[in-house]
């Protein structure tokens, strides 16, 4: 049996390339030259990551102690700069990627919270801003209103699976075993609800009057 640090690394290390080439795509999008896109998938693959290790006292944070993370998204602003034909047509891949990254993210930002011994509510705080941290600020720094804010499903993805993976553990599912279930739980929810465009209830008004003030 594989040892449960070395899967939790793996898919760390897969959410981050994946965010990595989402803020990449976003930046080939916004036609930004090569250090641009190499900021920017930096800073969508570490971003949530960061956030999650400063609130938790984490030191020295992730990135630092293992500059693989690092190395990564590096890679993968080098990949889709490479690549950025394919990019521009890329809007499903685009998709995919994030919801792949914002998986990964929640469920090892709530399995840190838990070796953490905080609280439920907090544990799903933290795994949320672990998994949607980095796109708020990739979509921040491309002078866009941050995925959070204009997606249907997207952060309540994360919190449901955040919650999910919380119960799992306490009921003594292996981490190895629950990260997975609820990553691909994550994945779904964000790739089902945009294919059918599932919404959130919004405050509904009226329709204006013809003539009418």
């Known amino acids: 049996m594989l040892d449960s640090s070395v899967v939790l690394q793996g898919l760390d290390y897969l959410g981050t390339f994946a965010f990595g080439l989402s803020g990449a795509m976003v930046a080939v999008r916004k036609q930004l030259d090569i250090f641009g896109v190499v900021v920017l998938a930096t800073v969508t693959a570490i971003g949530g990551g960061t956030i999650r290790d400063l609130l938790l006292g984490r030191t020295p944070n992730f990135w630092i102690e293992d500059p693989t993370y690092l190395y990564l998204a590096v890679a993968a602003g080098l990949v889709i700069f490479l690549a950025f034909r394919a990019v521009e047509r890329g809007e499903k891949a685009l998709i995919v990627f994030d919801g792949i990254g914002l998986g990964i993210f929640t469920v090892i930002g709530a399995l840190l919270a838990i070796q953490a011994q905080v609280g439920g509510v907090a544990t799903v705080v933290l795994a949320t801003l672990t998994g949607v941290g980095g796109g708020i600020l990739r979509d921040v720094l491309a002078r866009e209103v941050p995925i959070v804010l204009r997606e249907e499903v997207y952060a309540s993805a994360s919190i449901l699976g955040a919650t999910a993976f919380w119960f799992t553990m306490k009921g003594g599912l ?3 075993i629950a990260a997975p279930i609820a990553a691909a739980l994550v994945i779904a929810i964000r790739l089902v ?15 204006p009057r013809p003539g009418g003030s």
């Open 174 to 176: 292996r981490p190895e």
């Open 193 to 207: 609800s945009r294919k059918f465009r599932w919404q959130l209830p919004r405050p509904t008004h009226d329709e």
